[in-house]
Nanobody, 124 residues
């Protein structure tokens, strides 16, 4: 099964920018839509952004106009460019295949396992 390897997190001041990357390990993303999710302690993992294989993008209202998702199919990599970050963006960010209709993880025999995520901390 394809495993996700997220990177690029760190500590950033409010109003700053950060770029997250997600690479496929052990396979490819194939034609799956891919997305970013985030989770904070005590809360469920939530959808942040998604992108179809052809590049159509979807965003949670809370990040619209601030975050940009993109993908490089040749490199099997998905990115999340975060700008104008806020303290409430602090979370562990994960990428995974996504069901864009429901904005939930797309579980399939070859994809859908969660990676370790990457921690993003926004200071005020």
């Amino acid at each position: 099964q394809v495993h996700m390897v997220e990177s690029g997190g760190g500590l950033v001041q409010a109003g700053g920018s950060l770029r997250l990357s997600c690479a496929a390990s052990g396979g490819t993303f194939g034609s799956y839509a891919m997305g970013w999710f985030r989770q904070t302690p005590g809360k469920e993992r939530e959808f942040v952004a998604g992108i179809s294989w052809s590049g159509i993008t979807y965003y949670a209202d809370s990040v619209k106009d601030r975050f940009t998702i993109s993908r490089d199919n040749a490199k099997n990599t998905v990115y999340l460019q975060m700008t104008m970050v806020k303290p409430e963006d602090t979370a562990i960010y994960y990428c995974n295949a996504v069901n864009l209709a429901y904005r939930t993880v797309q579980v399939a025999p070859d994809i859908g396992s969660w990676g370790q995520g990457t921690q993003v901390t926004v200071s005020s």
